[in-house]
C-alpha cells in the first residue's frame, strides 16, 4: 500500500489511525456504550494491508476486546485466516469464539473509521462472537440471556441443530 492509496487525513484522529496502521499494519478503535447500544472495538486495516475482512467485537472492556483484535491481526499477518460460520478455540484461554460474516447493512454504521480508510464500504467484515460462561453461544439453546443485549449479532447466527 503506498501513501498515495491511503486515504487524506483531516484531523489529528485520523492522523493517528494512519501512523498506527503504519506501524502495525492495523489500528484498533473502540466506541464506547452509550443509549444506542453496547461498546464495541473493531479493526482498520485489516482488508487493505492483509486483504482479510476487519474484525468488530461487542460487549467486552476496550482492553481485553483490543488485545483479542491485535493477537488475531499479528494471527493475519502470520497467513491466518479467519472465515465466517467458523468456531475457533484457544484464541481466548478457555474459551471458544465464532465468527460471523456481518451483513453489509451493518459495515457502514458500526465500522466507519474502517470505510473512511477503505474509501467506502465494499469490504468484508467478520463479527467475531463470545460465549456465555457456560461457553454457550448466542444461538445456542441455554445461552445466559444476560449477555444477549451485550453482544448484537451483526449477520445471520448460523443454524445448528435446527436452532437459528
Sequence with gaps: MTPRDLPEPVDDRDRQILGWVAEFGWAVLGIPDDAEGPGYTFSVGLWRGWGHPEIVLFGLNHDPAHRLINDLGTAIKSGTTFEAGRRYDGLVPGYPAFFLAVDE????PYLGYA????RGNDFPALQCVWPDRERRFPWEAGFDERFRTRQP??????RIGGLA
Excluded: K
Design 105 to 108: 447493512g451493518h459495515v457502514s
Design 115 to 118: 470505510c473512511w480508510f477503505n
Design 153 to 158: 449479532l451483526l449477520g445471520p447466527a448460523p
